[in-house]
């Protein structure tokens, strides 16, 4: 016994240094792409946003937490703050809402309903900027699409008989005028909201559906036998087997809200009046169009903390109602 273990033995250890060896080399170069790309520039970031400098200058000069109180007690950080909240809590929640409509819908034996999920996911594709021009046209208050069909309903008032000239109705209808949509600062935020949706809706069809496909059918004949009818296999069937696709579609679009902006870029450069002025236009604001580097920092500083705390709610709270069998 005293001669054959250690002979045992050592093959083992040198196996496990070969496994070692061979896992090393293979998580390395990850290791150095996420170093490089990912936590060497939150670590700059947090260095730029304790200094004073405008990216030109070979002086760089630290100031501490100035810059912090600076952006942060600012009256535009405010209004940047509610817009962001604004435009992630109604895109989201406007997006999945029509997602699941729409899935559900497409997952019935339609009569082209292929063609229906292609001509869906193909603004997801597009270019956000690309997007945004062609809604610059349909959102045009003289000439765009949007413009024409509104001012129908109220041309409308003129085609109605006399004797109901005087009703609230034909008023309503006779007043009705396309908005000024990107100039308005009270519809301008709607405006974008609007293309944001339509962009990433098709997305959410197609990982509904993914998640419908997975649903046990045998449930659905279970809960016929028992007597369920079409609401009561919704609530209690598809909503839990949809709860993991739920939550993942919640996360990755928060965390999608948060980058959005080509949109912003080439509709309304974060106006008018900074009614469209989100956190990632203003980091680009602060550090592109001003060239204050500090400032740009602490913005993106503020996003990184956002999001990783949204991150962590979601997952502490909201995923303890996720059914993953």
Not at 2 to 25: A, D, Q, Y
Request: aromatic share 14%; glycine share 6%; charged share 10%.
């Amino acid at each position: 016994m005293k001669t054959t273990l250690p002979l045992l033995r050592r093959p083992t250890g040198m196996r496990e240094w070969r496994e070692r060896l061979l896992f090393l080399l293979l998580i390395t170069p990850n290791m150095l792409l996420l170093a490089a790309f990912t936590f060497w520039p939150m670590i700059y970031n947090a260095y730029l946003s304790v200094i004073s400098w405008n990216f030109l200058s070979p002086v760089r000069r630290f100031v501490g937490l100035r810059n912090y109180e600076t952006v942060l007690t600012s009256d535009i950080f405010r209004i940047v703050l509610i817009n962001t909240a604004v435009f992630t809590i109604v895109s989201v929640a406007v997006t999945m809402a029509l997602g699941l409509g729409l899935a559900l819908l497409l997952n019935q034996p339609l009569r082209w309903r292929n063609g229906a999920r292609a001509v869906l996911f193909t603004p997801t594709v597009l270019s956000g900027a690309a997007i945004a021009i062609i809604w610059i046209y349909m959102f045009d208050p003289r000439f765009g699409p949007l413009a024409q069909i509104i001012n129908w309903f109220g041309s409308l008032a003129q085609l109605l008989p006399a004797r109901f000239s005087e009703s609230a109705l034909v008023e309503w209808l006779a007043g009705v005028r396309s908005p000024q949509w990107l100039s308005d600062p009270n519809w301008a935020m709607s405006a974008l909201i609007i293309v944001y949706v339509w962009k990433n809706l098709g997305y959410a069809v197609v990982i509904y559906l993914a998640g419908l496909q997975t649903i046990d059918r045998t449930l659905y004949e279970a809960a016929r036998i028992d007597g369920a009818g079409a609401w009561a296999q919704f609530w209690h069937v598809t909503l839990p087997g949809l709860s993991p696709i739920m939550f993942f579609l919640l996360v990755t679009s928060v965390l999608a809200c948060f980058q959005a902006f080509d949109i912003i870029r080439v509709m309304t450069d974060g106006g008018p009046v900074n009614a469209t002025n989100m956190l990632v236009y203003h980091l680009y604001e602060r550090g592109f169009i001003q060239s204050q580097a500090g400032p740009a920092g602490v913005v993106a500083m503020v996003m990184f903390v956002l999001m990783l705390i949204l991150t962590v709610l979601q997952l502490r709270f909201i995923e303890r109602r996720v059914h993953y069998s």
